[in-house]
């Protein structure tokens, strides 16, 4: 008796185990139709906006007037000005920190005590003034976001 419900058992896990690899199976295929159809669905509204773009600098050159961009072109052009920024200020970060890391290594040699340099005017220089630049550019987008938790609408650019 103990050996045919092993054997039931052993049949059920295989049933079960073969209906599970199907409905794996069955859901990779659904993900990637789905994910075909995303990728379709982003390259033609790529183009859509793309046309609609042609169309409008078109209109503008053949008749002189300034046609206003869709939203979505215009939150586009923004995103990328703001990248844009990002990264400049990321550069310009590195770059003004090297200086001062080459600066501390030339006092560093030059200097009979090297211990004593300077670090308050270090930790300044190299600590504190990028991040309360950094601290007042982000004020704005901060403020915005707190009006916004507190449910009021956000302040008009």
Do not use: C
Not at 1 to 25: C, F, P, S
Not at 38 to 51: D, S
């Amino acid at each position: 008796m103990l050996n045919i419900l092993i054997i039931i058992g052993w049949l059920l896990a295989i049933g079960l185990m073969l209906y599970l690899a199907k409905e794996l199976v069955k859901d990779r295929f659904h993900r990637r139709r789905e994910r075909k159809l995303a990728i379709r669905n982003a390259i033609r509204a790529r183009r859509r906006e793309q046309f609609m773009e042609n169309r409008r600098r078109w209109a503008e050159i053949n008749t002189g007037v300034i046609q206003p961009r869709p939203a979505e072109a215009q939150a586009d052009l923004e995103r990328r000005q703001r990248q844009n920024q990002r990264l400049f200020g990321w550069i310009v970060l590195l770059l003004w920190q090297g200086y001062w890391v080459v600066e501390i290594l030339d006092q560093f040699k030059k200097s009979d005590t090297p211990l004593q340099l300077p670090y308050f005017f270090l930790f300044m220089m190299m600590v504190v003034i990028p991040y309360s630049i950094y601290w007042f550019s982000t004020r704005r987008k901060r403020l915005e976001r707190r009006r916004i938790r507190q449910g009021l609408s956000p302040s008009p650019r």
